[in-house]
């Protein structure tokens, strides 16, 4: 079996979601309320500070 920790994994995999999501809101331009983009990468900023935090 493949011994990743699986908390890394999903750490990983909404990392990956949400930037995805940032790709989408890029994509979609001036329609997009800046309010949103600004949830986005608030919630971005929360994942690498407690995946940072899970590394140490």
């Known amino acids: 079996m ?5 908390v890394e994994l999903i ?10 999501e940032k ?4 994509r ?9 983009e600004k949830k986005v990468i608030w919630r971005l ?3 690498i500070s407690v995946y940072r935090e899970s590394i140490h």
Request: aromatic share 4%; no cysteine.
């Open 28 to 36: 979609m331009g001036k329609k997009t309320s800046l309010d949103n």
């Open 2 to 6: 493949d011994n990743t920790n699986p």
């Open 45 to 47: 900023n929360i994942d």
């Open 11 to 20: 750490l990983f995999l909404k990392v990956l979601e949400i930037l995805q």
């Open 23 to 26: 790709v989408h809101i890029r």
